[in-house]
């Protein structure tokens, strides 16, 4: 708790609405308020804990009037455990939320869409395939703890599963608990990466030092027992390396484009696997790229988009930073068969107008950038003849302040809406479509 709000009283309010993070923010005089785990209408007592820059994060004593659309967090951590921040409200009250606070965003453009899409829903439980889990030997609790981060503070929940991690990551907890509190390294393992592919559950161990030989037979017994892969990172992402060689590539499939697209354990992938297709699915149609028309995917990554893509249109260019993304999408064409897809690395967030890619004609773009958003290419897009843009993103606001760029450059602002790509989260993903008149 911050200096100063721990002898604060607990306050009375009722709550007006959620912010974009989804904390209710409270009608109390003086200095705001923003409680964790409310809802608009309801009446609460809440403690002041964190401060924050003109408001305070709190934490809710006592319901007293609660919303027709709270429901019983199905997870006995929410609350303490910060994976979650929406358990408490109904899936469909959830998504709605989600799309009104992407309105807020663009209306603060002074922008509106020809029409607004229907909210895109998927797998509410066991659906995130990527995560990053904590790691702590804890003197005071005489073991080792494997989570999320806590609400309220930087510590690692105690925990001993998880509703929303996909595979049987959510049941291993409390065994990767044990497991680590054997090692002799226990208290130089830092943090688990996930990774659940189709054919595989994937976990890297960030370590300190080197393992003994004890810790890695430990590791290959947990690893056969519980149908697990461990990878070892002892530096940064270059130094990822299997506990036992030998493994078929991890690897995602999407049926209804008769893919197969393989991935390391370190690659960024789409959380959701379910929504992911359908929101490559929702893109394309928006999209409607011709038989004959050429397509320019910019932050194509592994080729998640471009090489649906290819199958509905004449040649896809793809165009991203990472050059081991850049060889991992090389790869997958050629193991699906695709032949009119080719992928080049540039760095997106300082474009060149001597690149290669700059010379060619794309009717269709695709744009998929990470949360900071695509600002820096948006000018280029009128010079390579973008007719039909697809924008998806991780973070509506740099969305909403991207569309304004291209409704100045005289796109039409044709169509946009949310996808729940991180339900009982305030995460969303927005998809939006541009168009020259």
């Given amino acids: 708790m911050s200096r100063g709000l721990a002898s604060r009283p607990v306050q009375t309010a009722n709550i007006m609405r959620l912010d974009h993070k989804g904390r209710g923010e409270a009608d109390v005089p003086g200095r705001a308020a923003r409680v964790h785990h409310t809802l608009p209408g309801e009446q609460v007592t809440f403690k ?10 709190a934490e809710i004593v006592e319901l007293l009037r609660p919303s027709a659309h709270r429901v019983e967090p199905r997870c006995p951590h929410f609350g303490n455990c910060g994976g979650c921040s929406m358990q ?15 309105r807020e965003m663009l209306a603060g453009y002074e922008l509106e869409p020809e029409r607004w899409l229907e909210p895109l829903s998927g797998p509410q439980w066991a659906y995130r395939r990527r995560a990053r889990l904590g790691v702590k030997k804890v003197a005071g609790k005489g073991r080792v703890l494997v989570g999320f981060r806590e609400v309220f503070k930087s510590f690692v929940a105690d925990m001993d599963g998880c509703e929303i991690l996909s595979g049987n990551v959510g049941q291993l907890i409390a065994p990767l608990c044990q497991l680590i509190d054997g090692l002799s390294i226990c208290e130089r393992i830092p943090q688990i990466e996930v990774a659940v592919a189709d054919n595989a559950t994937a976990l890297v161990l960030r370590v300190l030092d080197t393992p003994t030989a004890d810790d890695l037979e430990a590791l290959r017994q947990f690893a056969g027992c519980h149908q697990v892969r461990f990878y070892l990172q002892e530096g940064g992402l270059d130094s990822v390396q299997p506990l036992i060689e030998g493994q078929d590539a991890l690897c995602y499939r999407l049926p209804a484009f008769d893919l197969e697209l393989e991935f390391s354990p370190v690659d960024f992938i789409q959380v959701n696997g379910a929504l992911n297709e359908k929101m490559i699915e929702l893109a394309i149609e ?20 471009s090489l649906a893509l290819a199958r509905r249109c004449a040649g896809v260019t793809g165009i991203e930073g990472d050059m081991g993304l850049v060889e991992r999408a090389h790869g997958n064409a050629i ?8 992928f080049l690395p540039a760095d997106l967030f300082f474009p060149s107008a001597e690149e290669p890619w700059m010379t060619g004609r794309y009717p ?3 744009l998929d950038p990470p949360r900071s958003g695509a600002s820096q ?4 897009l009128p010079s390579v003849g973008a007719q039909r843009i697809v924008y998806v993103s991780c973070n509506p606001a740099s969305l909403a302040r991207d569309a304004a760029s291209l409704v100045e450059l005289g ?27």
């Fill in 335 to 342: 193991r699906n068969n695709i032949d009119n897809a080719e």
């Fill in 48 to 57: 002041r804990r964190r401060r924050r820059r003109g408001f305070d994060e």
């Fill in 377 to 380: 290419v948006i000018p280029f």
């Fill in 411 to 437: 796109y039409d602002f044709k169509a946009t809406g949310v996808m729940d790509m991180f339900p009982h989260t305030s995460h969303a993903e927005a998809i939006a479509l541009f168009a020259r008149p």
């Fill in 88 to 102: 408490h409200i109904d899936p469909g009250q959830q998504i709605a939320l989600k799309q009104g606070w992407y």
């Fill in 286 to 305: 928006l999209l409607a790229p011709r038989d004959d028309e050429q397509v320019l995917d910019l932050f194509c990554g592994l080729g998640n988009f």
């Fill in 364 to 366: 269709c773009v695709v």
